[in-house]
């Protein structure tokens, strides 16, 4: 891939991720996120209760403790 399109790649994602963020300070966009919180340690766990279909959302994994 040429550098310049890998700059406009980066430009884009920079500017996609500022409109997402002005959408949930606007209370416009929500995140779903699964109510369970897992550590670094049970990423396997988390893992398998999205394989599984158990998520209710997107899994959030801490990774300080």
Do not use: N, Y
Not at 6 to 11: D, S
Not at 18 to 31: D, F, R, S, Y
Not at 40 to 64: C, D, F, P, R, S
């Amino acid at each position: 891939m040429p550098a310049r399109a890998v700059f406009q790649a980066v430009e884009w994602a920079i500017s996609f991720g500022a409109c997402l963020a002005l959408l949930v300070e606007a209370g416009k966009l929500m995140p779903i996120l699964d109510q369970r919180r897992f550590s670094l340690g049970q990423a396997a766990e988390a893992h398998a209760a999205i394989e599984g279909g158990h998520a209710h959302g997107k899994i959030v994994i801490g990774v300080t403790e």
